[in-house]
């Protein structure tokens, strides 16, 4: 029963206990279905808390580990193998982060069918911790296809006019790619004996050629997710269709469970594929920063602004992968949570407009400055975050990045640092667009007039965020603190394989 | 034969010998029994299929023969036995309002279905051609009969009357390939056959032709493409509790019989039949997803997702001839049989639950605004679909994983990734009958009954607690599978 109490079994199934106990609850008493999620959520919290406590970040290893054999017949090794390091202990953070605030966001935006909204956001969230906390392949695809049953409701009952679109798009999509790496797994599994990642990167046993097909079958289903640039077409639909709570999970976590597959399998399984193919992947993550900001910069609509700056966003973070260095992945890993931070304050952000006058058209707003000062203030320090400028924590992110990216060997090209700071101009320029139509000018619209300024639920949601934003942006250290001694491992280890493994 | 060696060979196939004489009595039986009483009778059949499951719970480990080779009792009969008995129990759980409610209820429904059921067992035993051909046509006869069974519905006697000419017709293809099988050998035993391949006296190209007959005839039963037109008037047509149960019956005795024939005693045509079974497996698999997308009416729709189901079980049976995976490829196979038993019940017994006279609320726009209605039903389902589509945790995805395992360790990467692609297609009308029961706004009506729900449940909580504790499971369908070959 030892593994029941580990903090890591822990902080990944606390949320059922919350879903239980809603279960027994009648639907009526929607607010009190709302404070068991809410609180379920908070101590879930709480445990991510306690997991960082006992984290150790000095050691590059896996810590926590349990290691339980789950499924072992006929040759199969299924393991529940979960353990943590640097790499995907903020990521953990994030998630449990993230979920209380999106949970009280949904205090007056939810109406309808309460306790199911509750229970697939519950679900969601155990499904996300599980993909970026388990070791074993077999129980990560569990995880990793689990969360797309709890999205897909959330977006398909509780979205906006075209939801039942954008979440069979979303599901279709996702699932497409996921069913490759399925195949790759299985194959990994059959080949080497084990499911178990660190002992399939131990063994260091499949041939470059091989790793270059495994490589592909993973990053179909990361790249997809990512959503890399040009797999991102399902996005803005599930972004723009999606309730303000499951838009902020959407682009805070889901996104990030891409770009931390690529770190986690395709990185540290397929060393010499990578190296092979960062160049590539570089490509791509340049064209879709240059893309995306060009996209944003064209749309009406707030929400799929946010949306396709994303698309942006998350470039950076794989050319920041990619470099296969220290700042690189570093930068790669802090701006995942960076994106996460921005990016989901301004879905709420968006969310809370959306709830006043039911419109997300930029037209339809101008001087909001004098009728919601609070909001106009919060919305421009995530814009500015949001935007990269120093003092905030993007700035931090995307400047280790480009410095990864300019310095990077494998990438060994000064170009692809530049053109991806072309697109920080570009994301300047839309974001203020969007700030300046909103929030400047007079007040022309007579249903603008007499809009209410955030209430405390809404300061209450907003306020942690602004704070991590000043935080990283003035004092990253701690943060980098936590991954620097796995990321040096892993980088270490790619160029060791990649020497061995390519002439 | 004497007496005392007939009684010696029914003791050693003792629950198949229960059925049939409990069949055989209750049939008697019921003639005392009046028209408005006839719950004895399905509480008499659930009870004689207790008992036999019992009997062959007792038989583990039994390793066997029986009437001269001509039977086999092993962990794969013993499997298969229980697949079908349990089957059978659902079906009488799903029957009885059902048939009440629909102005049908007459005993021998209950007789027919042990009937059919012994044919079944009697397949899974089954090591000589003629024991298969018996078998084969003890289960489906009183298959056809109970398709036939809500008459006078026009549509229920069509479904009879085709079920039966195409059955027929492919029974016919089945006895002339034994009659082949015989004339290339000598001998209609599976292992004699076996031992004339190996030592060369079989003609080896009479013998593939009469395998290739027989693959027709069990293809038909278990449908697949090509052989597959038949399924969908057949399981729109008939009862929706005998559709429930020959989806899973018919596929578990033709896949038996399949099994047993091609590992058993033609692992030579092995280089012949692999690229056949192939073509089979790949074709049935998009065929029955792709047409399953248009399908507006519920039980059509699930009788084209038995045709993609029966698909990924024969992708299976593809590496048949690598002795060193045999135990992954039956294993994966029976693994696969239970989890569609489970799913096909849940789905069906959500359907049976909606469904009204005439043929009325077999739409799936009858499934409108059922998430918000009936949340504990809609949920059944929604976990059914999921797990028909492969994502975990549950039981489907297990058994896909499975299925891919072998098709994968056997070399064959191409169709495994045409059974993901299939897969992915299948989610989308899957996905479907969601979006109509939890995002359409309707007024669904539901015709409450506690077995029926029974059934839901244990089958929908199945779905997920073996989904995620399979192990037990796989254990016993890999002995099933290694103690038989």
Known sequence: ?503 | MTLGDLSANLIKVLPLSIVILWACVLLLVDLFIPKDRKAWTAVLAAVGMLVAMGFSLAQTGVNTEAFGGMLEVDGFSQFLTILVLGSGLVAVMLSYDYLTRLGIQRGEFYVLLMFSISGMMLMAMAADFIVIFLALELLSIPLYILAGFARPRTDSEESAIKYFLLGAFASGFLVYGVAIIFGATGYTGLTEVLMAVDNGSANLGLLAVGAALILVGLSFKVAAVPFHMWTPDVYQGAPSSVTAFMAVGAKVGGFAALMRIFITALGALAIDFTPVLWGIAALTMILGNVVAISQKNIKRMLAYSSIAQAGYIMMALVPYGQKEIMGDVIASALLYLIAYAVMNFAAWAVVISLEKAEGKGLELSDYAGLGKKYPVLAAIMTVSMLSFTGIPPTLGFVGKFYLFRSVVEGGFVWLAIIGVLTSLVSAYYYLRVVIYMYMQDGEPTVHKDNWVYIAAAVTGVGMIVLGIFSLPLLNWAYQAAISAF
């Open chain 1, 1 to 503: 029963m030892d593994f029941l109490l580990n903090p890591l079994t822990l902080v990944t199934f606390f949320p059922l206990l919350g879903i239980l106990v809603i279960l027994f609850i009648n639907r009526e008493n929607k607010t009190v279905i709302r404070w068991v999620a809410l609180l379920t959520s908070l101590i879930t919290f709480g445990i991510s808390i306690w997991v960082l406590v006992l984290f150790n970040p000095a050691d590059p290893d896996l810590q926590m580990v349990i290691d339980i054999p789950w499924i072992q017949v006929a040759g199969w090794e299924i393991s529940y193998l979960m353990g943590i390091d640097g790499m995907s202990i903020l990521l953990v953070l994030l998630t449990t982060f993230l979920t209380p605030i999106s949970i009280l966001s949904t205090w007056t935006a939810v109406e309808e069918r309460v306790k199911e909204f509750m229970i697939f956001f519950l679900m969601l969230e155990i499904g996300m911790v599980g993909v970026f906390l388990s070791l074993d392949l077999f129980l990560f695809y569990i995880f990793w296809e689990f969360t797309l049953v709890p999205m897909y409701f959330l977006i398909g009952i509780w979205g906006g006019p075209n939801r039942v679109y954008a979440a069979v798009k979303f599901f279709l999509y996702t699932m497409a790619g996921s069913l490759l790496m399925l195949l790759a797994i299985l194959w990994l599994g059959i080949s080497q004996g084990t499911f178990s990642v660190p002992e399939i990167i131990a063994n260091g046993a499949i041939p470059a050629n091989i790793q270059l097909w495994l490589f592909l079958a993973f990053a179909a289903a990361f790249a997809i997710k990512v959503p890399m640039w040009p797999l991102h077409s399902w996005l803005p639909d599930a972004h723009v269709e999606a309730p303000t709570a499951g838009s902020v999970i959407l682009a805070g976590v889901l996104l990030k469970m891409g770009t931390y597959g690529f770190l986690r399998f395709n990185l540290s399984m397929f060393p010499s594929a990578s190296v092979q193919l960062a160049p590539w992947i570089a490509v791509l993550a340049v064209i879709g920063i240059i893309y995306g900001a060009m996209v944003s910069y064209a749309q009406k609509d707030v929400k799929k602004l946010v949306a396709y700056s994303s698309v942006s966003h998350l470039g950076f973070v794989m050319l920041g992968l990619f470099a296969i260095n220290l700042q690189g992945i570093e930068g790669g890993i802090l701006q995942m949570i960076n994106h996460g931070i921005s990016t989901g304050a301004l879905f709420l952000l968006v969310g809370m407009i959306y709830e006043r006058r039911h419109t997300r058209d930029m037209d339809a707003f101008g001087g909001l400055w004098k009728v919601m000062p609070v909001y106009a203030v919060l919305t421009l320090i995530v814009t500015l975050s949001s935007m990269g400028l120093p003092g905030l924590n993007g700035f931090v992110g995307e400047f280790t990045i480009l410095l990864g990216a300019f310095g990077s060997d494998v990438l060994n090209s000064p170009w692809f640092a530049a053109l991806a700071a072309i697109g920080v101009i570009l994301a300047a320029v839309y974001l203020l667009y969007m700030f300046q139509k909103l929030f400047l000018g007079e007040v022309d619209k007579e249903e603008n007039r007499k809009l209410l300024d955030m209430n405390a639920r809404e300061i209450v949601t907003m306020v942690p965020l602004i704070i991590l934003i000043f935080w990283i942006g003035l004092y990253p250290s701690p943060f980098f603190n936590l991954m620097e001694a796995s990321v040096t491992k892993l980088v270490e280890s790619i160029q060791v394989a990649a020497m061995a493994g390519l002439p």
